[in-house]
């Protein structure tokens, strides 16, 4: 019985999954773009399905008998609405405002990336939230995610992320965000915080800030369902195609990132076997395919070159570094920041030696910006053990460590300092 439960359970959570985004959209375009009545009203009939389910037993199509559910609520809300409005037409008085017509599709980019997931993408990652907003919300509306299973993602307390949410939903409303696909000259800034919020989502699952954990799966394989969304629904968009590779890359790599007991594995130490070489299929063809689009010079497009570097390379030791720094120039161009540079001085401690990369980290180690970022300390201790002065390098890594917030990546970082004890300098 307790199996039976289980496995019900089971397949109620892997629904709510699938089921939600789509059906939060399609009502928040019913509703005028009311993300937050829309969602409460998905919910109202999850509920129902909850009581009824498990007892009645799940219809022969569940997601059909949640979409008609949904879409009576909507129009009771709909007709509720009518009446008010009704009511103070006749008084004389306007009271409440009426609901916003629904967006014309003709008028955003065309049928054929005007529907209402693409739209409720659009939506949840607005530049009028700050950043921890967009990702809270998107993993809500479009992940699914409970506000219990964010909170724990993200190693943040349960009632932060509710009130994140809460205060999201209630600055779009009051800014009256359209629920549309944005309009041509809005399209390229608007698909930049889309695609900002898609990529924190993503790095936060590959290389976890905080926790015991070296990696988070979920969010990466939500952020890939994202991209992979946006890639069929926006094809003509490099930046699409480039962060989909990007993502595609370097998630092949996960099954090989942890050892045992979760011990993290740094790449040049992977086994290159459990790479998922399909993945690094697909990745490459988004790649071509974000350079066919001109895409050559987009940020995203550039790291997933980058990606691919590393992807050709049966071995380590086949890496083309030099293809990499010469990436790293280019992507500090469009790109220019301290985090960019210091992955280039990785790239030239490869190609070029210890001797050029200790030169072009020099003004690095004097950035503000850098001096709590633990990776500057790592860059450090790998190009002063390269110049052979391995006390100097083992002080470095341990302050890198000391700056971790990952559990998996300090227990990395001390393993490295501790292989060059007893060196001499």
């Given at each position: 019985?307790h199996?039976?439960?289980?496995?019900?359970q089971?397949?109620l959570?892997?629904l709510?999954?699938?089921?939600s985004?789509?059906?939060?959209?399609?009502?928040?375009?019913m509703?005028?773009g009311?993300?937050?009545?829309?969602?409460?009203?998905?919910?109202?009939?999850?509920?129902?399905a909850?009581?009824?389910?498990?007892?009645?037993?799940?219809?022969?199509n569940?997601?059909?008998?949640?979409?008609?559910?949904?879409?009576?609520?909507a129009?009771?809300?709909?007709?509720?609405?009518?009446?008010?409005?009704?009511?103070?037409?006749?008084?004389?008085?306007?009271l409440h405002p009426a609901?916003?017509?629904?967006p014309?599709?003709?008028?955003?980019?065309?049928d054929?990336?005007g529907?209402d997931?693409?739209r409720?993408?659009?939506v949840?990652?607005?530049?009028?939230?700050?950043?921890?907003?967009?990702?809270a919300?998107t993993l809500?509306?479009?992940g699914?995610?409970?506000?219990q299973?964010i909170?724990?993602?993200?190693?943040?307390?349960?009632?932060?992320?509710a009130?994140?949410i809460?205060?999201?939903?209630?600055t779009?409303?009051?800014?009256?965000v359209a629920?549309?696909?944005?309009?041509s000259?809005?399209?390229p800034?608007?698909?930049?915080s889309?695609?900002e919020?898609v990529?924190?989502?993503?790095n936060e699952?590959?290389?976890?800030?905080h926790?015991?954990?070296?990696m988070?799966?979920?969010?990466?394989?939500?952020?890939?369902?994202?991209?992979?969304?946006?890639?069929?629904?926006?094809?003509a968009?490099?930046?699409?195609h480039g962060?989909?590779?990007?993502?595609?890359?370097?998630?092949?790599?996960g099954?090989?990132?942890?050892?045992?007991?979760?011990?993290?594995?740094?790449?040049?130490?992977?086994?290159?076997?459990?790479?998922?070489?399909?993945?690094i299929?697909?990745?490459?063809?988004a790649?071509?395919?974000?350079?066919?689009?001109?895409g050559?010079?987009d940020r995203?497009?550039?790291?997933?070159g980058?990606?691919a570097c590393h992807a050709?390379?049966?071995?380590?030791?086949?890496?083309?570094?030099?293809a990499?720094a010469?990436?790293?120039d280019?992507?500090?161009?469009?790109q220019p920041g301290p985090?960019?540079?210091?992955?280039?001085?990785v790239a030239?401690l490869?190609?070029?030696?210890?001797?050029?990369a200790?030169?072009?980290?020099?003004?690095?180690l004097?950035?503000?910006?850098?001096?709590?970022h633990a990776p500057?300390?790592?860059?450090?201790?790998?190009?002063?053990a390269r110049?052979?002065r391995?006390?100097?390098?083992?002080?470095?890594?341990?302050?890198?460590?000391?700056?971790s917030?990952?559990?998996r990546?300090?227990e990395?970082?001390?393993?490295?300092?501790?292989a060059?004890?007893?060196?001499?300098?």
């Amino acid at each position: 019985m307790h199996e039976v439960a289980l496995s019900m359970q089971e397949r109620l959570h892997a629904l709510w999954r699938m089921e939600s985004p789509g059906l939060i959209a399609r009502l928040a375009r019913m509703l005028g773009g009311d993300v937050g009545r829309a969602e409460e009203l998905v919910q109202d009939c999850w509920v129902a399905a909850l009581e009824r389910w498990p007892l009645e037993g799940m219809p022969d199509n569940p997601g059909a008998w949640l979409m008609t559910a949904a879409r009576n609520r909507a129009i009771d809300v709909l007709r509720q609405r009518q009446r008010i409005a009704g009511q103070h037409a006749q008084w004389g008085e306007v009271l409440h405002p009426a609901a916003p017509a629904p967006p014309d599709d003709s008028e955003a980019l065309g049928d054929d990336i005007g529907d209402d997931l693409l739209r409720l993408v659009f939506v949840a990652c607005h530049p009028v939230l700050p950043a921890d907003a967009r990702v809270a919300l998107t993993l809500r509306l479009l992940g699914g995610l409970t506000t219990q299973e964010i909170a724990r993602a993200f190693l943040q307390p349960e009632p932060t992320i509710a009130q994140r949410i809460v205060r999201a939903k209630r600055t779009l409303e009051r800014s009256n965000v359209a629920f549309e696909v944005p309009r041509s000259a809005e399209l390229p800034a608007r698909l930049q915080s889309v695609l900002e919020v898609v990529y924190l989502v993503f790095n936060e699952g590959y290389a976890a800030s905080h926790g015991e954990d070296w990696m988070r799966p979920a969010l990466c394989e939500e952020a890939l369902r994202l991209g992979r969304i946006l890639a069929v629904r926006l094809p003509a968009h490099a930046a699409v195609h480039g962060l989909l590779a990007l993502m595609e890359l370097q998630a092949s790599r996960g099954a090989a990132r942890t050892g045992a007991g979760g011990r993290a594995v740094l790449l040049e130490q992977q086994d290159r076997a459990r790479w998922d070489w399909l993945q690094i299929e697909r990745g490459l063809a988004a790649l071509q395919r974000a350079k066919e689009l001109r895409g050559d010079d987009d940020r995203y497009v550039l790291q997933a070159g980058i990606a691919a570097c590393h992807a050709r390379a049966r071995v380590a030791t086949d890496t083309d570094w030099a293809a990499i720094a010469a990436l790293y120039d280019r992507l500090l161009r469009v790109q220019p920041g301290p985090v960019v540079a210091l992955n280039r001085v990785v790239a030239l401690l490869r190609a070029e030696g210890a001797l050029v990369a200790w030169g072009q980290l020099q003004p690095l180690l004097l950035e503000p910006r850098l001096q709590a970022h633990a990776p500057l300390w790592v860059v450090q201790g790998e190009v002063l053990a390269r110049l052979g002065r391995t006390a100097d390098a083992r002080a470095a890594f341990v302050h890198a460590a000391g700056l971790s917030g990952n559990a998996r990546e300090r227990e990395a970082l001390l393993a490295r300092a501790d292989a060059l004890r007893g060196r001499d300098d």
